[in-house]
């Protein structure tokens, strides 16, 4: 599995940020369909509520909101 820039743009995360080959993009669904799920409930504040579940649950999937050794940065 190659991974490559996610675009040639001016922006930072263009140049920062990565996505996999066709293949790899495919195998990586596959396995969230297979392995993640989703729950929904009702907030008042949103943004706080995942800014809190971020922190305690540590998703590894999620590069930003807590100190995620796999961010690059």
């Excluded at 190659?2 to 930072?12: C, D, N, Y």
């Excluded at 590894?60 to 961010?71: E, R, V």
């Amino acid at each position: 599995m190659s991974a490559i820039p996610r675009s040639a743009g001016a922006s930072e995360s263009n140049v920062r940020c990565y996505r996999f080959v066709k293949d790899g993009e495919e195998r990586l669904t596959e396995w969230m369909r297979e392995k993640l799920e989703v729950g929904v409930c009702e907030a008042g504040s949103p943004e706080a509520l995942e800014a809190d579940l971020i922190t305690s649950m540590k998703p590894l999937l999620n590069l930003k909101g807590w100190s995620n050794p796999n961010a690059g940065g």
